[in-house]
């Protein structure tokens, strides 16, 4: 297949070596998005061959982030594991051709020449003395069971040369790169031949990988040569940096992706946010659609300089995604937040349902995550309120306070239909009559009726809650104040 003028098939190829962190899945975004824009293919190919480092549970977390993120795969996934015996068979033929050698040098022998090139100041490599032994010396140690790896056999000069579709010609001198191990000696291939073989036999047209992997493209560039394989196009994305130009760490935020779901970060806002994460359409606009993203999408658009994770962008962002959201989504996003809070129950009624509904619409406006719901909302819920103290202090000492909530629940009582023209009317009623300002009701209803001295506003507040729980929160306010409870509610 000819990669100039065959279908795109590109791929993502996590290892299963913990939770996926953001670097990841901006790496999976991207390819994926590439795939899209293209008409092409994208494969999920699990690469764990690296036993040691497998956690198990981490494949789950890989595939239920993609699919939170609406990144479908068209193939796979495929597992490396499942395809040893491919590797070996690569592996052998490289060695027939001259191309790679059996090494048969035991792992104490290399820690050995390690310390002695570290103490003579020199680069650490392997010294090739497998490259060069007899082929009476290869016959003896195979017949004595030797256990051996399968090493390439990299140019000893000369420069090897690729182009990167984002940074351009890059350039290596092969006298730099030491003869990488292949395959070890369990039969488990390393990254770059597994890497490259898979690529080849699952028909890759572009390679998009992090930044980090180009110092390992020139023995990738070496193997497609000694093998006769077509190369892919090589893309290497820019690394992500936190805004004080540094690693990105927990102190930027959150690295493991799945955190930032728990946290209540929309998918739409996370999806918007990772492609401008390093990629431009060059217009001035941070807020794309799935569709708009695709349309636009480009290798062209990469930075080749890293990308600045801005967590407080990412907040905003997420906050705009959620105002746009149908209330009736929305509620339906924040339930399982209410619902681990024991705010709602775990099959609510529709009668449940269509409260909070309404009540996550007087909030949705502060809302910046998911999870905010239930500090912002859970007053509305709670059969008993906690007071703030500074509210209680500050307005349910007032000498007209007892009295007017005397009158408010009086006047509330018999107030039909109990909506909000008519709730507003009654409170700024009791307001003139007791010669005081609209604030000054206002305030200490809101205290009463919420606990709180901050929220959406009042009369919209009453008319959610209902006649029955603000009579109720009344009254347990004004008893409050009668039997001398204040200090108490102030903590």
């Not at 990841?24 to 190919?45: K, M, P």
């Not at 906690?386 to 007209?400: A, D, S």
Request: hydrophobic letters at 40%; a negative charge; aromatic letters at 10%.
């Amino acid at each position: 297949m000819s990669h100039t003028q065959g279908q795109v098939r590109v791929r993502f190829a996590p290892s299963p070596t913990g939770s996926p962190h953001i670097g990841n899945i901006r790496t999976a975004l991207f390819t994926w998005l590439f795939a899209r824009r293209h008409g092409g293919v994208f494969i999920l190919r699990i690469e764990d061959t690296d036993r040691a480092r497998y956690v198990e549970g981490s494949v789950q977390e890989i595939m239920d982030s993609l699919r939170w993120l609406g990144l479908d795969w068209d193939e796979g996934p495929y597992f490396q594991s499942e395809r040893l015996p491919l590797y070996r068979e690569v592996a052998e033929k490289l060695v027939a051709s001259g191309h790679a050698y059996r090494c048969y040098c035991t792992p104490e022998r290399l820690e050995e020449l390690r310390r002695q090139q570290e103490a003579a100041k020199q680069p650490t490599g392997y010294d090739r003395k497998c490259r060069y032994l007899s082929d009476e010396e290869r016959a003896r140690l195979d017949a004595e069971g030797t256990p051996y790896v399968i090493r390439f056999a990299m140019p000893l000069e000369g420069v090897t040369v690729f182009q990167d579709a984002i940074r351009g010609e890059l350039r290596f001198e092969n006298a730099l790169l030491d003869d990488f191990v292949m395959l070890k000696s369990d039969g488990f291939p390393t990254y770059h031949l597994a890497s490259v073989t898979d690529d080849h036999y699952m028909g890759i047209t572009h390679v998009i990988r992090g930044e980090e992997w180009i110092s390992s493209t020139p023995r990738h560039v070496q193997m497609y040569q000694a093998l006769g394989w077509e190369m892919p196009v090589f893309a290497h994305l820019p690394m992500i940096l936190g805004t004080d130009r540094k690693k990105l760490s927990k102190r930027h935020g959150s690295v493991q992706f799945v955190e930032y779901i728990q946290q209540g970060y929309l998918p739409e806002a996370m999806f918007n946010f990772l492609a401008l994460l390093g990629w431009s359409a060059d217009e001035d606009r941070e807020l794309y659609t799935r569709e708009e993203l695709i349309e636009r999408f480009d290798l062209s658009g990469v930075l080749d300089h890293p990308a600045i994770f801005d967590g407080q962008k990412l907040l905003w962002m997420n906050g705009v995604y959620i105002r746009r959201k149908p209330i009736e989504e929305l509620t339906r996003s924040c339930l399982p937040y209410l619902q681990e809070a024991g705010l709602m129950p775990s099959e609510p009624s529709p009668e449940q349902i269509h409260y909070a509904e309404r009540v996550i619409a007087l909030e949705a406006e502060r809302m910046k995550l998911l999870s905010e719901v239930v500090p912002l909302t859970e007053y509305f819920f709670r059969e008993t309120l906690e007071y703030e103290p500074k509210g209680v202090r500050k307005w349910f000492t007032q000498p007209y306070v007892p009295q007017m909530l005397e009158m408010l629940i009086a006047r509330y009582e018999t107030l039909e239909p109990f909506d909000l023209q008519n709730i507003e009317a009654t409170t700024r009623a009791v307001a003139e009559e007791l010669g005081v300002s609209a604030a000054q009701v206002i305030h200490p209803t809101r205290v009463a009726v919420s606990g709180r001295t901050v929220g959406p506003g009042l009369f919209e507040m009453i008319e959610v809650m209902g006649k029955e729980r603000v009579l109720k929160r009344l009254r347990a306010a004004l008893e409050m104040i009668r039997s001398g409870q204040l200090a108490m509610a102030e903590g």
